[in-house]
């Protein structure tokens, strides 16, 4: 079956601070990948998808950045954190293509920024 | 564009009662739904998709949603609310537009059973 994997699940970092994010998928090949972030417990806003290695789409201008560097591993990345950068990280796959199978949510990253 | 509409912030229901969850959607053709749990600190768990065929759509722990094309709605139901359900509802639709399945959420709604 299929699993994924988020890390680490909580971190305090401070403002101006690197961040780097790493999310795994086991159990299949060539999944879509999505990072979201939740602000204050409520709605999702997608950051960065994914269709293959080294493909990253941006659905916002912001401070971050994703790559895509294996085909089952999705890393968010910052070089310097801002105090907006708070929230709650969470990474996505589904199977490759436009069908119907829902997505897979990790357990998500709870990041605060000091 | 797609859009989803979740108009209750929070539900309050006792336990033992019905309990509905509401979503409207807005999609260009066909709309593929779904929905979703979150527990605290936790990711969103898949409860269950409407893609075609029969309007009610039976799911995971007991839920179940009603498709209804004429109200655009897509309501999340279960018979009888425990308080183990207290937690947040996503409703979903999957956007296609770009070339790339992507899902549009709703802002969500806390579900609170009392005992």
């Known amino acids: 079956s299929q699993t994924i994997h988020q890390w680490p699940a909580t971190l305090v970092q401070p403002v101006g601070s690197p961040l780097s994010l790493e999310c795994t998928v086991e159990g299949t090949s060539n999944p879509n990948l999505y990072w979201y972030r939740q602000a204050a417990g409520r709605g999702l806003q997608l950051l960065f998808y994914s269709v293959g290695i080294g493909q990253i789409s941006s659905e916002v201008p912001q401070n971050l950045s994703a790559s895509r560097p294996q085909d089952r591993q999705f890393i968010l990345s910052s070089k310097k954190l801002l105090l907006s950068d708070s929230g709650f990280y969470l990474c996505?796959?589904?199977?490759?293509?436009?069908?119907?199978?829902?997505?897979?949510f990790g357990d998500g990253t709870r990041l605060s920024i000091l | 564009a797609q859009s989803v509409a979740q108009p209750e912030d929070q539900v309050n229901v006792a336990e033992g009662n019905p309990l509905t969850v509401k979503c409207t959607y807005s999609?260009?053709?066909?709309?593929?739904l779904f929905w979703y749990v979150q527990y605290p600190n936790r990711g969103l768990q898949f409860l269950l998709k409407y893609i075609t065929g029969d309007n009610l759509v039976k799911g995971s722990y007991g839920f179940e949603a009603e498709f209804n094309k004429s109200q655009t709605s897509f309501h999340l139901k279960k018979p009888s609310a425990l308080v183990s359900d207290s937690a947040l509802y996503f409703c979903?639709?999957?956007?296609?537009?770009?070339?790339?399945?992507?899902?549009?959420f709703g802002a969500g709604t806390r579900l609170a059973v009392h005992p």
């Open positions: 999609v260009s053709g066909n709309p593929y």
């Open positions: 996505a796959w589904r199977p490759p293509g436009l069908g119907n199978q829902p997505q897979h």
């Open positions: 979903a639709v999957r956007d296609i537009s770009g070339g790339y399945n992507k899902l549009i």
